[in-house]
């Protein structure tokens, strides 16, 4: 599509200092959950559950490239435990919720993240479902932008499934190594951060 109208911009967060001098940053989450609920419904509605959850899940894949490469700013490491320390500091001093890294196996690229107190879902009502794909791309976005490469990331418990703590489990996929044509051998090599010879 060569004419957008929407394409997305960290700089289109705008100056919130410039535009809200009295109100400041923070906000009622009721007015965020509104539109993140009614967006959610209109995009079933228009376009199928299947679909708008592939919607919300590309859309938080989006935002959490942007918000690896903006919020997390000069700070960004290719430590992955500093990696975690870093989001967990920046969520909380945003407000975006408390974020904790429970298990991790790095040499399968296996971890399972916690985030308790969300702007988005905590405190809803118990609906024996999973309904927060844009979550599970915005840490699939995190993760990437990070680990330049690709990740699954699932939600398995959250406060509309009677738990109050959401948790996110993260598989990354297999990086190939160059094989050579004598052995014709596929060797896979888990790696975290950018490496030219990958």
């Known amino acids: 599509m060569s004419d957008r109208k929407y394409k ?3 700089g289109l967060l705008g ?14 989450l009721e007015s965020f959950r ?7 419904d209109v995009l079933e509605r228009s376009f199928g559950t299947a679909n708008a959850d592939n919607i919300l899940i590309e859309s938080g894949k989006l935002a959490g490239r942007h918000f690896f490469e903006n919020a997390l700013g000069k ?25 904790t890294l429970e298990e991790s196996d790095l040499k399968s690229g296996s971890f399972l993240f916690a985030v308790a107190e969300d702007i988005s879902y905590s ?6 479902r999973e309904i927060h794909k844009f979550e599970e791309g915005f840490i699939t ?18 406060w509309s499934t009677d738990n109050a703590v959401r948790r996110f489990k993260a598989n990354a ?26």
């Open 123 to 128: 405190g809803i009502a118990d609906l024996k």
């Open 15 to 28: 100056d919130i200092e410039l535009g809200r001098p009295t109100l400041g940053p923070t906000m009622r």
């Open 75 to 99: 700070n960004k490491t290719t430590d992955f435990d500093q990696f975690v320390k870093l989001v967990q500091s920046v969520f909380i001093s945003m407000r975006v919720g408390t974020f």
């Open 173 to 198: 996929a297999p990086k190939l190594e160059r094989i050579s044509a004598s052995d014709g051998k596929r060797v896979f090599r888990w790696h975290f951060g950018s490496d030219s010879s990958a």
């Open 34 to 40: 509104l539109a993140i609920g009614a967006m959610r």
């Open 141 to 158: 976005g995190l993760l990437e932008g990070f680990a330049d490469r690709k990740f699954q990331v699932k939600e398995v418990c959250c």
């Open 8 to 10: 997305f911009s960290w």
